[in-house]
């Protein structure tokens, strides 16, 4: 009985783990400003498309 209360507990603490280390990984994206203009990419590859004559 005490061992699977262990189990428990040790799966919450994992969780928990993993769960701040994607918010801690999403929160230092967020910083950097790798959500700022995601759009930007595609116009850019578009321009580069015009400028080059290559057609898709």
Known sequence: M???????????FIGVAALG????????AWLSGQF???EAPARRVLE???????RS
């Open 2 to 12: 005490i061992g699977d209360l262990a189990q428990y507990w040790a799966a919450f």
């Open 21 to 28: 280390g994607i918010g801690g990984l999403f929160l230092w």
């Open 36 to 38: 700022r203009d995601v």
């Open 48 to 54: 580069m498309d015009e400028e080059t004559g290559v």
